[in-house]
């Protein structure tokens, strides 16, 4: 992305235009704050992939009855420190957040609060929901399935989704800890954005079903949903880089989302089914185990310490998990989001669908 083909926006003016575009398909205005918040969240973060670039997508599966607007939040079995929760099939990001929320308020009063999600869907970046446990001085652990895109090692056949596994962890720095990343190779964000460009992608990312490397980003997005490609693990093909070790990791997550929830898995999540997700949640309170500011100075010097560690030939930093979108967010509150034109495109059709007239991208 470079600074001829993109037009900057205020992240006010796009959270103002989101927020009123999941009202304005019959998300309540209290869910639709929060889809926008986990949205502009990706794009100030630097996470191009799970912001403004998903608006459209929410639409079409809203305007074709493949979510639900409204998201019930149902309990269907709860113990002290454990819940499993319905979401209805609403809107991912709502269920997440109440999710994270519950698990926040059972870590409060016993120490660890963990929270199964299932019936539910795509629910943005999964670091949005660490982030909230990290603010109330808790360790925050969240993942999701989703359809069906990686590979299993030695295998071609996409059986599983990215499935991120999140970890979140207080420091007395300004930035937490936050390593928030599929259990894929990549994800399927980054070659919508890839293809939005016209770029090729790493020949490595993507294997096809007769087991060669694919890089055409625009026909990998067709051979996806078609089951004629699929996403390499952590790691890639095979054993020699550790593939095996992102297809375990992969797999864990499928085991959390689904099992706990009692929800479908692998090819069972299918567009025609509605997908219904299943997330996972977990906070545990640092004060149970020693004095928070005790916790977050150790956790500190230990990312300090890695960054001041030898460098490599030609490189001259050291980042740890999460300083990358720290230093974007503190940019981009600044500079505004940039907006490909493929994207502006989409806001576009949205403001004109929608009757919004009162934004600037038309």
């Known amino acids: 992305m470079t600074e001829q083909n993109v037009r900057f926006f205020p992240a006010d003016t796009l959270v103002d235009f989101m927020k009123d575009v999941f009202v304005k398909l019959d998300v309540p205005i209290e869910d639709a704050e929060i889809c926008a918040d986990v949205l502009i969240r990706s794009d100030l973060r630097g996470i191009e992939s799970h912001g403004c670039q998903r608006l459209k997508m929410y639409y079409d599966r809203i305007v074709g009855g493949i979510q639900s607007p409204k998201t019930q939040f149902k309990i269907l079995k709860e113990t002290a420190t454990t819940a499993r929760i319905d979401a209805g099939h609403g809107m991912g990001h709502v269920a997440a957040y109440r999710g994270m929320q519950l698990a926040i308020k059972k870590a409060k009063e016993f120490g660890t609060g963990a929270v199964s999600v299932g019936n539910s869907t795509h629910y943005g970046i999964a670091g949005y929901y660490s982030l909230m446990a990290i603010k109330e001085g808790m360790i925050g652990i969240t993942c999701t399935n989703a359809r069906p895109s990686i590979a299993p090692t030695y295998g071609v056949d996409a059986m599983m989704g990215t499935n991120p596994l ?30 939005r460009t016209n770029s090729s992608i790493p020949e490595g990312w993507v294997i096809t079903n007769q087991g060669d490397l694919a890089t055409d980003s625009g026909e990998i997005l067709g051979d996806l949903i078609e089951g004629t490609s699929a996403l390499l693990p952590l790691g890639g093909a095979g054993e020699i880089l550790g593939g095996h070790k992102g297809y375990g990791y992969a797999a864990a997550v499928e085991i959390l989302s689904a099992a706990l929830s009692n929800g479908p898995f692998m090819k069972e999540l299918t567009l025609d089914k509605g997908y219904k997700l299943g997330h996972f949640f977990m906070a545990i309170d640092v004060d149970g185990f020693l004095p928070l500011n005790t916790f977050k100075k150790i956790s500190g010097s230990i990312l300090r310490q890695l960054r001041d560690s030898k460098k490599a030939p030609g490189h001259n930093r050291i980042y740890t998990a999460g300083e990358k979108e720290y230093l974007s967010e503190n940019e981009r509150e600044k500079t505004g989001i940039p907006i490909m034109p493929s994207i502006l495109e989409d806001l576009k059709f949205l403001q004109n669908e929608l009757k919004l007239s009162d934004y600037p991208f038309l």
């Open 166 to 195: 999140t970890i979140g962890i207080p420091t007395d720095e300004e930035f937490p800890f936050l390593i928030d990343c599929a259990t894929s190779i990549t994800q399927r964000g980054k070659i919508e954005v890839k293809a």
